[in-house]
């Protein structure tokens, strides 16, 4: 069973990040900043319909989109974040 520990810490990764473009509608796919192809989108909050994720079932990346602001961001794989968490 997976335990969450109490103790945080901060740590620094580079994301990648883009902007969209305001032209067309998310739900034709914004493109996977790995590996090009269109992200499934989703709406886990419906509280905050401006905050998606997007998934990429190509190559499995998971991104953060920003609608109201037009961005999505790349976010850190298994790897990178085993990267960012080592001591």
Do not use: F
């Not at 335990?3 to 509608?25: A, G, K, N, W, Y």
């Not at 961001?73 to 974040?81: E, I, M, Q, R, S």
């Amino acid at each position: 069973m997976l335990m969450v520990s109490s103790e945080q810490e901060t740590v620094l990764i580079s994301l990648v990040i883009s902007r969209l473009s305001t032209d067309h509608d998310l739900v034709g796919g914004a493109p996977c900043l790995d590996c090009g192809e269109p992200l499934s989108i989703h709406q886990p909050d419906l509280n905050a319909p401006e905050r998606l994720l997007g998934t990429c079932d190509a190559c499995g990346a998971w991104h953060l989109i920003d609608a109201d602001r037009a961005v999505t961001v790349l976010l850190p794989d298994a790897d990178g974040l085993r990267i960012a968490a080592a001591p």
